[in-house]
């Protein structure tokens, strides 16, 4: 008698393969977009780390420097 009533789980929808696929619908998208910043962020950083460059600027002028 329970038969009918437990039919929809062998339905393909609600496969593990398919509920797996689609758990997050967005997650590709946002995976390639995170991917696409860090990789522009590699690229438009380069060369600027280290070295005088990451001193922060100042227009006061300390004491070490006027002697």
């Known amino acids: 008698p329970w038969a009918r009533r437990e ?6 929808r609600f496969s593990r393969a ?3 696929r ?13 991917l696409i910043y860090l ?3 590699a690229l438009s950083t380069r060369g600027h780390l280290g070295g005088e460059n990451n001193k922060p600027h100042s ?3 300390t004491s070490s420097e006027t002697h």
Request: hydrophobic fraction near 45%; avoid cysteine.
């Open 59 to 61: 227009t006061e002028t």
């Open 22 to 34: 689609n758990a997050w619908p967005g997650f590709t998208w946002g995976l390639g977009a995170f």
């Open 18 to 20: 398919n509920v797996i």
């Open 7 to 12: 039919a929809w789980r062998a339905h393909p």
């Open 39 to 41: 990789g522009y962020d």
